[in-house]
């Protein structure tokens, strides 16, 4: 079974804090993505990478960076935490070894941003 | 400009009844695939099933089926004989082939009652 964790289920920051949102998955996927699910807004794309070191921004970029160093991990930072990205942030990978390429995500972490 | 469209903001269905959960989609791609993922209240999201816009048949995965219709641009999420474990958010994606990016919809809520 493909297995994305993410580094926390809850997380509560201050203003101004840098925040880093940590995943992983041990199925060897070679795309990865972080995505903010906020009500009535569905899911949003951040950032995606296809490869090590590789990334490409989503939609909703402003505020954030990611970093790959390793296939298996992709981390997502806040450089400067504010109110509005209070949301729940999810990863997920897939490949396209599958064929279908769909994608396989964590349980998901509910940042509050105070 | 590509987009998914879920009109049905919240849904309730009786237990063994069946239900339809409506998605359409824009795309000016003649190739992508179509997926149906469910989100219960524990935040994970979980593939259900995938559509190719090039298979003549309609996917099926157990109780779940997806009525494609290309030329009206749908994929209806069928569930058969619904089940208390089913409600939860249901979300229509798409990705466009040769594109790692995927449109999310703003989801149904589903309620199944027993």
């Known amino acids: 079974d493909v297995k994305v964790t993410q580094s926390s289920r809850y997380l509560v920051k201050r203003t101004g804090e840098k925040v880093f949102l940590e995943c992983v998955q041990d199925m060897d996927h070679e795309n990865m993505f972080w995505y903010r699910q906020d009500p009535g807004l569905g899911l949003r794309l951040i950032y995606f990478?296809?490869?090590?070191?590789?990334?490409e921004k989503g939609d909703i970029p402003e505020g954030y960076s990611v970093s790959r160093e390793k296939k298996e991990r992709f981390s997502l930072i806040l450089e400067s935490a504010s109110t509005n990205q209070t949301s729940m942030y999810l990863c997920?990978?897939?490949?396209?070894?599958?064929?279908?390429?769909?994608?396989?995500f964590g349980p998901g972490t509910r940042l509050t941003v105070t | 400009a590509q987009k998914i469209t879920q009109t049905q903001p919240g849904m309730f269905v009786q237990e063994k009844e069946a239900v339809t959960l409506d998605c359409t989609y824009d795309?000016?791609?003649?190739?992508?695939?179509l997926f149906w993922y469910k989100q219960p209240s524990s935040g994970e999201m979980i593939f259900l099933i995938y559509?190719?816009?090039?298979?003549?048949q309609n996917a099926t995965e157990g109780r779940y089926s997806l009525n494609f219709q290309k030329a009206r641009k749908s994929a209806n999420l069928v569930i058969s004989a619904s089940q208390l474990g089913d409600s939860a958010m249901y979300f229509c994606?798409?990705?466009?082939?040769?594109?790692?990016?995927?449109?999310f919809g703003t989801g149904t809520r589903l309620k199944v009652l027993a």
């Open positions: 994606a798409m990705r466009e082939e040769g594109t790692y990016k995927y449109i």
């Open positions: 795309t000016s791609d003649p190739s992508y695939g």
């Open positions: 559509q190719g816009s090039y298979d003549q």
């Open positions: 990478s296809y490869d090590v070191k590789m990334k």
């Open positions: 997920a990978s897939s490949t396209p070894g599958t064929g279908t390429y769909e994608q396989y």
